[in-house]
C-alpha cells in the first residue's frame, strides 16, 4: 500500500525535472496536474514560463496530456494556450483518467510519467495506472479545506520517506 504513495522522483518544480533523464528510461509522454504544478491554485492562466517550458517539452518530442480535477473550463482555458489535450473532472487517484490518458497520448504505462504535487492523488493515481511519478513542490498553500488537510497527511508522510527511505 505505501509502495504506492512514495513518488520516483522528488523535484522542487517542474523546471527541474531533467529530460534527459526521462528519455533514458524510455519515458516519452508526460501527463500534468494544473494546480499548484503548473501555476498556482488561483492563477487563471499559464504564464510565460510555463508556456516556453511546455515548448521545450514539445521540441524534446514529449507528448502530453493534462490531467486535472478541476473544472472543464479551468482545464480548457490551459487546452487552449499550451496546445495539448487535457481530461477534466478526472477523480484522481482513481484510474479512469490516467487510462484515458493513455489512450489519448497511444502510450504503455511504462513510457509515461505523472507529474504532480498532491501524493494522494497525482501520485497515487500515477502509481496504480503504472507510471513512473514526479512529485513537484506545490506552488501555492491556497487551497480547499479537504486538500489541506491531505496536506498534513502529506507532510507526515514525507517526513518518514525521508527518514527511512526505501526501507520505509
Ligand atoms: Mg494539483
Redesign the pocket.
Known amino acids: 500500500m505505501y509502495e504506492k504513495l512514495i513518488p520516483d522522483m522528488i523535484v522542487e518544480s517542474v523546471y527541474e525535472i531533467d529530460l534527459n533523464m526521462l528519455k533514458k528510461r524510455g519515458i516519452n509522454n508526460l501527463v500534468i ?5 503548473l501555476v498556482p ?1 488561483k492563477c487563471k492562466l499559464p504564464d510565460k514560463k510555463t508556456i516556453e517550458w511546455f515548448e521545450r517539452l514539445k521540441q524534446n518530442g514529449f507528448k502530453i496530456c493534462l490531467i ?2 478541476n473544472t472543464e473550463r479551468r482545464v480548457n482555458e490551459f487546452r487552449e494556450k499550451i496546445g495539448v489535450p487535457g481530461i477534466a473532472w478526472a477523480i484522481k487517484p482513481r484510474k479512469g483518467a490516467f487510462k484515458k490518458a493513455l489512450k489519448i497520448l497511444n502510450a504503455k504505462p511504462n513510457e509515461t510519467a505523472l507529474i ?3 501524493i494522494f ?2 501520485i497515487l493515481g500515477g502509481k496504480r495506472a503504472g507510471l513512473y511519478t514526479i512529485l513537484v513542490k ?1 506552488l501555492s498553500k491556497e487551497e480547499f479545506g479537504w486538500t489541506r488537510l491531505m496536506r498534513r497527511a502529506e507532510r507526515h508522510f514525507l517526513k518518514r520517506i525521508e527518514e527511512y527511505g526505501d526501507q520505509f
Open positions: 496536474d494544473i494546480d499548484n504544478t491554485y486535472s480535477n504532480g504535487d498532491q492523488t497525482d506545490p
